[in-house]
């Protein structure tokens, strides 16, 4: 896990690969779904793509009905390879091993650029690249429709129900606002744990409200000058107005309780 905000730059994760190969016998297995990326065939989004990546393989899997085999795409090695689906092993967490006796046929070069992956198969130009992050000012249900990861985590975390009441009762305008980047592993952890909060504290005098930003050059943002804004998450903690505390790194473990501390200095 993550210990630390992700700072302003980020290397896309197409370039993370290509400097680090898998060794020869890795096993091809723990794939677990993104939701970070997006296929296109023909320039076309293919909605029936779903992209699994495994940390331990340093390789892609994408499934799609529209393509004729599920394949491995491996940045290190730049090759595309394709698997029967029969050889695809679900496991219960919702991650998928590939069998070790499944035969792999080459698909065709990869070629990696700014853009993202591209490759050739079934006639068809398969491209994918990271999706365009989210900008500005976002509900907690704008979030989850761009990223699932970020619902089903808001839906596992708990709040502290003492620590909600309390926050209920507050009578001053209170606003919070979390700055993110939905690119960010660390905003996927704990920006899901701030939308559970607000929900729970909808009709209550207490507002979350969410802002993204992009990858890099935080100082070409308007509202990050404003709130000098660093790296994210980060919380900017509103009372009538006026900046009160701020939460960051640890904060986030609870951050309806790191809220309340705030709030109650």
Not at 223 to 228: E, G, L, N, P, V
């Amino acid at each position: 896990m993550l210990r630390r905000p992700c700072l302003i730059a980020i290397i896309p994760l197409f370039i993370l690969g290509v400097g680090a190969a898998p060794a020869a016998a890795q096993p091809l297995t723990g794939f677990v779904k993104s939701s970070d990326y997006m296929v296109q065939i023909d320039g076309s989004a293919a909605s029936d793509a779903d992209v699994y990546w495994s940390q331990s393989a340093r390789s892609f899997l994408v499934v799609a009905k529209s393509l004729s085999t599920p394949v491995i795409v491996q940045p290190a090695n730049q090759l595309v390879r394709g698997v029967p689906i029969m050889k695809l092993a679900g496991r219960g967490d919702g991650s998928i091993d590939i069998l070790a006796d499944a035969a792999f046929v080459a698909v065709g070069p990869l070629s990696v650029g700014a853009e993202g992956a591209s490759f050739t198969l079934d006639g068809f130009r398969v491209t994918m690249a990271q999706k365009p992050p989210l900008l500005g000012w976002q509900d907690s249900a704008g979030i989850a429709a761009y990223n699932a990861t970020y619902a089903d985590r808001s839906a596992a975390y708990a709040p502290q129900s003492a620590v909600m009441s309390d926050l209920r009762t507050q009578g001053a305008d209170v606003r919070l606002l979390v700055f993110f980047g939905s690119w960010c592993p660390f905003c996927q952890q704990k920006v899901p744990l701030a939308m559970k909060v607000a929900e729970g504290l909808a009709g209550s005098k207490v507002d979350v409200d969410f802002y993204g930003l992009a990858r890099s050059n935080f100082s070409q943002d308007a509202q990050a000058r404003k709130y000098k804004i660093k790296s994210v998450p980060t919380g900017v903690v509103l009372v009538d107005g006026k900046e009160v505390g701020r939460i960051s790194s640890d904060g986030w473990v609870a951050p309806e309780a790191t809220l309340n501390r705030i709030l109650n200095r």
